[in-house]
């Protein structure tokens, strides 16, 4: 199988469509990795989009947040009132698909969490050390998660450690003969000072990841957030990838 891998889409509609245009038709099923919604101007129209094709999704802080699953509190101000929005904005429909997405799913040989394997809503693996520790709680080969808005890879060197390997683009690397923890980056709000929008391909069959960018309309989402009042840092960093 060959999967369309892709994770905080952020209700980025924009950068949605060019990641699906961009990856054509080499794939046959999405895995989302969470955070469909929340900070961008279109939540319901990316949560169509995805369910309209084969996918399997999970939820991340931001769908719980939206959801009442998580206090609104432990997010700050900006995120905070991109989250408020969503709540009125988002269908009953929408609101009932994000309620019954869980935030791991096993499907072998890969666990998926929003954030990470031992606290699949929350924890931001950015470090050596703190993917080392989560190599301890997921049984199979690899980890993909999101969260992070960062392309990254880490490969575990022994039970205590392992290392960081950044990506590199449109070449497909081996997953076999070690065990990662990937992340795909993220589709509608990447932070890797890369305002491109981040995804994989993943080839199930051959065991090969293909880390890819693509460019969107940013300006876009931009004019569609400030025609929604949302706040200017949300807006402003779309153009500069932080
Ligand atoms: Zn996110």
Redesign the pocket.
């Known amino acids: 199988m060959r999967y369309l891998v892709i994770?905080?889409i952020?209700a980025n509609l924009m950068a949605f469509q060019a990641v699906l245009q961009d990856a054509n038709a080499d794939w046959d099923r999405i895995w989302c990795l969470?955070?469909v919604v929340?900070?961008g101007p279109n939540p319901d129209e990316c949560m169509d989009l995805l369910r309209q094709h084969d996918h399997l999704s999970l939820s991340?802080?931001?769908d719980w947040a939206v959801l009442g699953k998580l206090e609104i509190e432990t997010f700050n101000g900006e995120a905070r009132a991109a989250i408020r929005w969503t709540q009125e904005t988002i269908s009953d429909e929408t609101r009932k698909y994000l309620g019954q997405l869980p935030p791991l799913i096993v499907e072998e040989p890969f666990t998926l969490a929003h954030a990470s394997p031992r606290q699949p809503v929350w924890e931001y693996i950015l470090d050596e050390a703190t993917a080392a520790a989560n190599f301890d709680f997921f049984d199979t080969a690899h980890c993909l998660v999101?969260?992070t808005?960062m392309p990254m890879l880490f490969t575990e060197l022994n039970s205590a450690s392992s290392r960081l390997v950044q990506p590199t683009y449109g070449k497909p690397i081996s997953l076999r003969d070690q065990r990662l923890i990937i992340n795909p980056g993220?589709v509608g709000?990447p932070r890797d000072s890369d305002p491109r929008a981040a995804y994989a391909l993943l080839d199930t069959d051959r065991m090969t990841w293909e880390q890819r960018r693509v460019a969107y309309n940013i300006k876009e989402t931009q004019e569609r957030m400030r025609n929604h009042g949302m706040p200017f840092r949300l807006i402003a960093r779309l153009g500069m990838g932080w």
């Open positions: 994770s905080d952020h969470g955070d929340g900070y991340g802080n931001h999101g969260h808005h993220s709000q």
